[in-house]
């Protein structure tokens, strides 16, 4: 059974729990760091709160964001704070988002104007006919791949994509 957060104090207790994480420029610097770690180097007048808030989440293991996001996973929500995720909205020539769509393409290579990281969500606006069509499709960058290595031209980079299910978006 599913259970969504209606009382607004653990909602409010939730929000200061990611709130410390993500002020934690060490999570931020280094994202293979632990969770257990992370909660871990807190003090201990914080480190009390985020134990309770830690008791609510494993309570309801899927809540209604206080980011105005969809419902996530408490993994979700980890993984959001601790990798800055941001949604770039890209152009994308029909022939390239049919392919993305089905699969058949899996990466994209492109100026890196944008600071591209894993995690990233791509948003692809479908552009045909010198027109953008309203269709739109979202993908989570998997792999970054930095210029000047491997052959890749400076300042460009090689991003390995996957399409996103609808429960992640």
Request: aromatic share 12%; glycine share 4%.
């Amino acid at each position: 059974m599913v259970h969504i957060l209606k009382n607004e104090e653990k909602q409010k207790v939730i929000k200061a729990y990611f709130g410390e994480i993500k002020i934690m420029e060490e999570a931020f610097d280094n994202p293979e760091i632990e969770w257990a770690s992370i909660t871990h180097r807190v003090n201990a007048k914080r480190k009390n709160k985020l134990k309770i808030a830690e008791r609510y989440l494993s309570d309801y293991p899927i809540l209604k964001s206080f980011f105005l996001l969809p419902a996530f996973t408490v993994k979700h929500l980890k993984e959001y704070l601790l990798f800055d995720k941001k949604t770039h909205n890209l152009k994308t020539f029909h022939n390239h988002f049919v392919d993305v769509i089905s699969g058949n393409k899996k990466a994209e290579i492109r100026i890196n104007d944008r600071n591209f990281k894993k995690g990233d969500y791509l948003n692809l606006q479908e552009f045909h006919l010198g027109n953008y069509t309203g269709n739109e499709h979202k993908v989570i960058i998997t792999h970054v791949l930095d210029g000047g290595l491997y052959g890749i031209k400076k300042n460009y980079v090689v991003l390995s994509i996957n399409n996103v299910t609808s429960d992640e978006v």
